[in-house]
């Protein structure tokens, strides 16, 4: 569909100034995210009529009918000079709203995104489950699209993608490439996995786990040979780990654990983390790789001292996220207040650094 004049003005602008993300509200002038803030572009505020224009443009028949059934949709939006965006449409008060996120047309390196080491040598597991876990702008997307092409560098396999929307396009390296959109190639993420598992798949990437039934198939593939990489938008490791078994009923939580605690290979929590500077954000990682006391916590339905796990695993790169933003606090990338209002234990991070601070003394 041809972008409107006006948003593709918005979206030259976003591009230029690097911004995250781009907010079309009612009542208000565009607005784009840039290094973390809310930052309102110099136009006059839009009228609802404006903004449901902008929106509804961009909607191809089937489009529509999806948002006018179920009031929101994500889709992909391509324009030759400025590439692709993905473009998430909700109503605000009855009205027609989206928020846009530009989407990178490189794929920066490991160093560059700061993801541990560890990250490289989960992508050659053949089998098993990784969650890739954060709020919404924390960077998921972008780490799953690093494995994805380390992946397609690496092995000659294949690797079927669902996601909502297709982002990135990965060209084929080594490996055979299918990416599927909802909507567009797919109904349902629960009903796509089933048939990807009919589609010969060594790697399976499912853009979120939403629901039961897309978890349960997820760690059924799991089980069966396939290595899939997955999202969930939970904030913590032990957050992730109790939302799964949440999602099912009570008397099926029982085979859920026993799932897990088999299946699971590593959870990725992340957030991203304004600098010092205020010009940039630094990705702060808690990572947990299983082991033998993970799984049995797993099995014992003991998943907070999943915690005590990450402390203590240290020397096999597994961390906290109180560890990650402590680090970054003291290579001076972040500040202490900063460091503080994300971290789980601030009154403990303190006394870490108090009792560093009296030892260097």
């Not at 909607?59 to 000079?81: G, H, I, S, T, Y």
């Not at 490991?110 to 560890?118: A, I, V």
């Not at 499912?206 to 990489?229: F, P, Q």
Request: some cysteine; overall charge positive; charged content about 25%.
């Amino acid at each position: 569909m041809p972008i409107p004049t006006e948003l593709q003005k918005i979206l030259q602008l976003a591009r230029r100034e690097g911004a995250s993300d781009i907010h079309i509200v009612a009542g208000i002038p565009p607005a784009m995210r840039i290094n973390g803030q809310i930052v309102l572009v110099d136009r006059p505020p839009l009228t609802r009529q404006q903004a449901s224009e902008m929106c509804m443009a961009l909607l191809n028949p089937e489009q529509r009918k999806a948002f006018e059934r179920d009031w929101q949709l994500c889709l992909a939006l391509v324009d030759p000079q400025l590439g692709r965006f993905r473009v998430a449409v909700y109503l605000h008060a009855g009205s027609p709203e989206m928020s846009i996120r530009p989407v990178l047309d490189v794929i920066q390196g490991r160093d560059q995104l700061r993801l541990p080491r560890e990250i490289e040598d989960l992508t050659r597991l053949q089998s098993g489950l990784i969650l890739i876990t954060g709020p919404t702008g924390s960077g998921k997307t972008t780490t799953m699209k690093f494995m994805i092409d380390l992946i397609n560098s690496e092995r000659r396999c294949k690797v079927i993608t669902i996601e909502d929307p297709v982002e990135y396009l990965h060209r084929p390296k080594k490996a055979i490439i299918v990416q599927q959109e909802l909507y567009l190639d797919v109904k349902s993420f629960a009903k796509a996995l089933v048939h990807v598992l009919r589609q010969n798949p060594d790697v399976i990437c499912i853009g979120e786990m939403r629901d039961a039934e897309t978890t349960e198939t997820a760690l059924i593939a799991a089980e069966t040979g396939h290595l899939v990489i997955a999202t969930c938008h939970t904030p913590s490791v032990v957050q992730t780990a109790e939302r799964i078994v949440a999602i099912f009923p009570e008397s099926k939580q029982p085979q859920i654990y026993q799932q897990l605690a088999n299946s699971l290979r590593a959870i990725i929590a992340q957030r991203l983390i304004p600098s010092a500077s205020g010009r940039e954000r630094y990705l702060a990682v808690e990572l947990l790789l299983m082991n033998y006391a993970a799984r049995k916590h797993i099995r014992d339905r003991q998943l907070h001292l999943l915690y005590n796990v990450m402390q203590t695993g240290g020397k096999v790169g597994m961390r906290t996220m109180d560890d990650s933003l402590m680090e970054l606090y003291q290579q001076g990338l972040i500040t202490y207040e900063s460091m503080l209002s994300n971290a789980e234990h601030p009154s403990t991070i303190r006394s870490r650094l108090e009792k560093g601070l009296q030892q260097r003394q």
